[in-house]
């Protein structure tokens, strides 16, 4: 491995909590809208992440607004609960607001991204939109410690194609081996970052089995200094 000249990081359920927002959203839908608690939470939420994942991917391209998946999902998710979707609209519309209101960092972003900066290029690879991605970067403070924001609309290619990778190696201005990529993804972050060339280090918030023991993991982003020094390979 060469000099480390460069940190890549995934977004959403990396820096940002998603999970934590996408859950609070969807049981204050669940509670508002009684067609809705035919569904336990717990089966609404896991219908909820597999169609965003689903229609996510079309969002990230820039060929499917936001707003318009969200109301798809919403539609999907009034089917799933043997529901009318008439409300899906209105669901459409409160997942929303509950979903910013609940946003947050994940504990130890900003502190991490602070104590590498100086030491190696940052940049934030990510499936979705520019505008989108570069709000949640300056709403939560991480903005400043950002070198490059390369987004999957700007690319064309979403993680793990390896040109997304491609072109963040080329914004950092770094070979492959002189990179590591950071994110709570096995497929889009891990299995994406080694086909690319460059080292992985998986976020495995969720504690999930391990596929490749061969893998470095963390489970936190804390504490600040154990972590920077697993990303810059102390």
Same mark, same amino acid.
């Given at each position: 491995m060469?000099?480390?000249r460069?940190a +890549?990081f995934?977004l959403d359920?990396? +820096?940002? /909590?998603?999970?934590?927002?996408?859950?609070v959203?969807?049981a204050?839908?669940?509670?508002?809208?009684?067609?809705l608690?035919a569904?336990?939470l717990?089966?609404? $939420?896991?219908?909820?992440?597999?169609l965003? @994942?689903m +229609?996510?991917?079309d969002?990230?391209l820039? #060929?499917?607004? *936001?707003?318009?998946? #969200?109301?798809?999902?919403?539609r999907?998710l009034?089917a799933?609960a043997?529901a /009318?979707a008439?409300?899906?609209p209105g669901a459409?519309?409160l997942?929303?607001?509950?979903?910013?209101?609940?946003?947050? @960092?994940v504990?130890?972003?900003r %502190?991490l +991204?602070?104590a590498?900066?100086?030491s190696v290029?940052?940049?934030? $690879?990510t499936?979705?939109?520019?505008? @989108?991605?570069? @709000? &949640?970067?300056e709403?939560?403070?991480?903005?400043?410690?950002?070198?490059?924001?390369?987004t999957?609309e700007?690319?064309? *290619?979403? &993680?793990?194609?390896?040109a997304i990778?491609? #072109?963040?190696?080329?914004?950092?201005g770094?070979?492959?081996?002189?990179?590591?990529m $950071?994110?709570d993804?096995?497929?889009n972050?891990?299995?994406?970052?080694q086909r %690319?060339g460059?080292?992985?280090?998986?976020?495995?918030r969720?504690?999930?089995?391990?596929?490749?023991?061969?893998?470095d993991?963390?489970m936190?982003?804390?504490p600040?200094?154990a972590?920077?020094d697993?990303?810059l390979g102390s």
């Amino acid at each position: 491995m060469g000099v480390l000249r460069a940190a +890549l990081f995934d977004l959403d359920d990396t +820096l940002v /909590d998603h999970l934590h927002a996408s859950r609070v959203a969807v049981a204050g839908v669940r509670d508002t809208f009684a067609a809705l608690r035919a569904r336990d939470l717990e089966a609404m $939420v896991a219908e909820n992440d597999r169609l965003v @994942e689903m +229609l996510h991917a079309d969002v990230g391209l820039g #060929r499917r607004t *936001a707003d318009n998946a #969200r109301l798809e999902r919403y539609r999907q998710l009034f089917a799933f609960a043997e529901a /009318d979707a008439t409300h899906a609209p209105g669901a459409a519309e409160l997942h929303r607001r509950l979903y910013m209101q609940a946003r947050r @960092e994940v504990p130890g972003a900003r %502190a991490l +991204l602070a104590a590498l900066q100086g030491s190696v290029t940052i940049a934030v $690879v990510t499936n979705n939109t520019v505008a @989108e991605q570069t @709000e &949640k970067l300056e709403t939560f403070g991480l903005a400043q410690f950002v070198d490059a924001l390369v987004t999957s609309e700007e690319v064309g *290619a979403a &993680k793990p194609d390896g040109a997304i990778f491609a #072109r963040a190696l080329e914004r950092c201005g770094c070979a492959p081996d002189a990179a590591v990529m $950071v994110g709570d993804s096995w497929r889009n972050d891990v299995e994406g970052a080694q086909r %690319a060339g460059i080292r992985p280090l998986w976020f495995n918030r969720r504690a999930m089995p391990v596929p490749d023991p061969a893998v470095d993991a963390v489970m936190s982003l804390e504490p600040t200094q154990a972590v920077a020094d697993r990303i810059l390979g102390s």
